[in-house]
């Protein structure tokens, strides 16, 4: 069984098929109106994102399959004493697949341990969020025709933010990416990140705090709230 | 206990100095009610000063836990007074409730009966990061 709680979880070839796909769907919405016919999606909001929620069921009910859920404000099934676990384990009985939003990082991976369907991240507090990714690497597909061969930038808080990271490594492994980093000095992107991500494969990048000197070099500039 | 011959036991060697505490400690070697032995800073033809550890009883040891402690300890089987093995460990590829994560957004610290998990991310500089949140593991 597959999860998706990671960018990483999915091949390039796998994203590249997924975004074929993704670009079909817009372009012939009623050849897919029926795929996901008696399939039910469960979304597990742990804590409240309407837009994500939204989109994740307005998705599969384009798709013809049903949804279930919840979205609360407070934590009130942990005050409960149930675990991610817990829940998601009832969870599996009623549905056939399960995208949850949870404040803890890495709950979706605690849940894909002991769920019997599989788990889509749809964002751990600031950890993942990988349909994001996929909605990313969408936008850059429609926009350029490709994901390979540019320069791209990303622009504001590249420490904390989440989106980066997954994008950054998503990127990372298609052919001749070069990668520019511009952020103030107190918000760089992580070491870990760097070495992990971008030294280890041989990957070019430059940082930077001065956006307007690099501009003229980027294809992508990928921006993020300060 | 005659140090010097245990007859059904594991001798671990080549402990680096001052650690064999810790090893101790990881290895829950005090819940044990045989004689173990620990001697401090022995003398060795490889390392300067090396720590040793024997334990007096056929004990199955969480190499694991010993390869995470220190890859370089070597793991000595004795049966019927007798080596009949020496292991040799590796810095393992994933640690199970050895260590725990310190982040505290991490999902493991507000449900802390989950098993701990850390995944060897960089062998060179013996790097674990948490299976669950990514966080790299800081003694
Ligand atoms: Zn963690």
């Known amino acids: 069984m597959r999860n998706l709680i990671d960018i990483t979880d999915l091949s390039v070839e796998e994203i590249d098929q997924l975004i074929a796909t993704a670009e079909d769907i817009i372009a012939n919405p009623a ?44 934590s009130s099934s942990t005050s409960k004493g149930e675990t991610v676990g817990d829940t998601v384990h009832t969870v599996s009985c009623y549905a056939d697949i399960i995208a949850m939003r949870h404040p803890k990082e890495g709950a979706p991976y605690a849940a894909a341990q002991v769920a019997e369907v599989p788990i889509i991240n749809a964002g751990d507090g600031g950890h993942n969020h990988p349909t994001q ?15 390979d061969n540019f320069t791209v930038g990303f622009c504001g808080d590249l420490k904390f933010g989440r989106t980066v990271h997954s994008l950054v490594n998503a990127l990372s492994r298609y052919e001749n990416i070069n990668f520019v980093f511009i952020s103030p000095l107190e918000l ?37 709230r300060v | 206990m005659n140090i010097d011959s245990i007859q059904n036991g594991v001798v ?57 402690i220190d890859p370089n300890i070597t793991v000595n089987i004795i049966r019927d007074g007798k080596l009949v093995e020496k292991k040799h460990l590796e810095l393992p590829k994933r640690l199970t409730n050895v260590i725990h994560c310190k982040n505290p957004r991490c999902i493991t610290v507000s449900e802390p009966q989950l098993d701990a998990i850390f995944l060897l991310s960089d062998r060179e500089n013996r790097r674990y990061r948490c299976a669950y949140c990514e966080t790299e593991f800081h003694k």
């Open chain 1, 31 to 74: 050849k897919y109106s029926r795929v996901c016919a008696g399939k039910q999606l469960a979304t597990l909001f742990f804590e409240p994102s309407t837009r994500t929620r939204l989109s994740f069921e307005s998705a599969m009910l384009s798709l013809g399959g049903s949804v279930l859920g919840f979205s609360e404000a407070g």
């Open chain 1, 133 to 147: 990714t996929l909605t990313d690497l969408l936008t850059i597909h429609r926009e350029k025709g490709r994901l």
């Open chain 1, 188 to 224: 760089k992107l992580p070491r870990y990140v760097k070495e992990e991500a971008l030294k280890k494969k041989g990957i070019p990048y430059a940082q930077t705090t001065d956006l307007e000197s690099v501009i003229p070099q980027l294809d992508i500039l990928y921006m993020t």
């Open chain 2, 12 to 68: 671990l060697d080549h402990i680096q100095a001052g650690k064999s505490m810790d090893i101790y400690r990881y290895l829950h070697l005090d819940k044990l009610d045989c004689s173990v032995a620990i001697i401090k800073n022995a003398r060795s033809a490889h390392l300067e000063r090396k720590d040793i550890i024997k334990i007096d009883s056929p004990l199955e040891l969480d190499l694991d836990v010993l390869g995470y």
